[in-house]
């Protein structure tokens, strides 16, 4: 089976003055389709880095980015803006919703560039509300919400666009134990309903929630392996909650 995502010896270098330095030092990996994967390392690990590339926010100094075969390093910032739009639906630790839109029309404008018509964002937004379970809210504008239903708005933007990845990046970050919780709940049965999700954390009990974990140090992999699903019911939902 092709892989989704396949990094093959990914770099990236930056220049700052007469410092070289390494954020991701020759990454490879392979993530296939409906994997539900958490990148996990600590600040200055690579997973930031790790998490543009793989958003097509930013392109690799050497190294190849392969998205379902097709290499991204390579591509010039109209096909990254498409791929990014067709492809990949993010999630954001800060929700990013404009607040002089509704809950509706936050998630139809993530579809304006996709050229649908008004008729099929309607009908694409109201399915990946329901999904998400503010149907009741679609009205609502950001400030009118608390902290989970605003990423679960952000989470049914990301749906509305069918991605081939979904791109959590701290989704839980912003919001109490309790609702972090939920929200972890709703990417693990977004994952069992056939989604691909690339969860972005430095969270080990978080990380935990995910099939399988790729942990990151000084841009480098230092480990790679399935988590079981005893372990991920055990793992911490004592410490989410502690």
């Not at 910032?77 to 029309?105: C, H, S, T, W």
């Not at 509300?129 to 679960?152: A, C, F, H, T």
């Not at 140090?217 to 502690?242: I, K, P, W, Y």
């Amino acid at each position: 089976m092709k892989p989704l995502i396949e990094l093959n010896k990914l770099s990236k270098i930056y220049h700052m003055g007469d410092a070289v330095v390494r954020a991701a030092d020759e990454i490879t990996f392979k993530i296939f389709e409906g994997e539900f994967v958490a990148i996990v390392g600590q600040s200055g690990s690579g997973k930031s880095t790790c998490m543009n590339i793989i958003g097509c926010l930013d392109v690799p100094t050497s190294g190849e980015y392969l998205l379902n075969g097709r290499n991204v390093g390579s591509m010039d910032d109209r096909e990254l803006a498409q791929i990014r739009n067709k492809m990949i639906g993010f999630i954001f630790q800060q929700y990013n919703l404009l607040p002089k839109l509704n809950v509706i029309e936050n998630v139809e404008l993530s579809m304006f560039y996709a050229g649908l018509s008004d008729k099929e964002m309607r009908e694409r937004a109201l399915k990946s509300l329901d999904r998400v379970g503010l149907s009741g809210k679609l009205k609502n504008y950001p400030n009118q919400l608390s902290g989970g239903q605003q990423q679960r708005v952000s989470i049914a933007r990301a749906l509305a666009g069918n991605p081939s990845v979904i791109l959590a990046d701290e989704p839980t970050g912003a919001l109490d134990s309790k609702t972090g919780i939920e929200v972890l709940e709703l990417l693990k049965e977004l994952h069992k309903d056939g989604n691909t999700i690339v969860l972005i954390t430095h969270d080990n009990s978080i990380a935990m929630q995910a099939q399988r974990i790729i942990r990151l140090q000084d841009g480098r992999v230092m480990h790679d392996s399935q988590t079981s699903e005893e372990t991920a019911s055990n793992a911490s939902m004592e410490e989410l909650t502690s």
